[in-house]
């Protein structure tokens, strides 16, 4: 299984449970882990042929910037079915880390891994 990753992609968004978090806009950040055969791209030296994590990172950036969800939870099941959906991906693993919402945590959120089939 070959990976394409994006690692630190940090995205402003409106997300929360609370009124003051409804009121403002928060950074969250994503680390994600995509399967793709990397053979025919390898072969053609051709962005046709690969996983674009540029239009992967793009997609994902416009989505999260214009939700409104209340739980990361339904953020990163909106994410990941977004990348099966509408790329060559097989199987994701996300990692949705809504920063220092914690006192004396580096951070929080929730980790998720999906596949098709």
Known sequence: MDIIFIQGLKIDTVIGIY???RKIRQNIVLDIEM???IRAASKTDHIDQALDY???SKR???FVQNSEYQLVETLAEK?????LQEF????I???L???EVLTGAQGAGVIIERSNG
């Open 60 to 62: 994902l950036i416009d």
């Open 88 to 91: 060559k991906v097989t199987w």
């Open 97 to 99: 880390n809504k920063g």
């Open 19 to 21: 009124d003051w978090e």
């Open 79 to 83: 994410i990941t079915q977004i990348v």
């Open 93 to 95: 693993k996300l990692i």
């Open 54 to 56: 540029k239009a992967v």
């Open 35 to 37: 399967s793709t055969d």
